[in-house]
């Protein structure tokens, strides 16, 4: 248990991590359908699935290629499960470390196909440390399982 004078940094520091990786996994996905706006616009990364596709292509260099679309679609299908899951906050010890699972394995795949810089310069070591920190956490303030928690216990 967090000293009285950090509970509250503790508290923020959780339910900040679990919407910064909520909503990280959230916006990856609206780039690859286009929702940031087309490929070529400031802070667009994709902008369209069929990039996204190629991009994981080019990540996952060593599998054959009729396995590429369905991982592009598993990623995409866990992302964004793993984002509203992280947003509200339900399951929330079980979706942070199977996040720093996924998180994990794109920065090796990125590091194996790219090099170290680009997992450092985008910050997915960062992301899937925070994740399985998130993890581990005692406590999920502002969430579903608190409010199942105080249902349980009566509170």
């Known amino acids: 248990m967090a000293a009285p004078r950090w509970t509250g ?7 900040f991590l679990r919407l910064a990786l909520g909503i990280s996994f959230l916006s990856a996905v609206a780039d690859r359908f286009g929702l940031w706006g087309v490929y070529g616009q400031p802070n667009v990364g994709w902008g369209n699935y069929a990039r996204f596709v190629d991009y994981t292509a080019t990540l996952n ?11 592009a679609m598993i990623a995409t299908a866990a992302e964004t499960l793993f984002g509203l899951l992280l947003v509200v906050g339900w399951n929330t010890r079980i979706v942070a470390l199977l996040s720093g699972a996924l998180l994990t394995t794109f920065a090796l795949t990125m590091t194996v196909a790219l090099g170290v810089k680009a997992p450092l310069n985008f910050s997915v070591f960062s992301a899937a440390g925070g994740a399985l920190l998130l993890g581990v956490c005692a406590d999920f303030p502002f969430s579903v399982d608190e409010l199942l928690r105080r249902n349980r216990q009566g509170i």
């Open 9 to 15: 940094l503790a508290t923020f520091g959780s339910v």
């Open 61 to 71: 260099w060593f599998l054959p290629a009729a396995t590429i679309p369905a991982l």
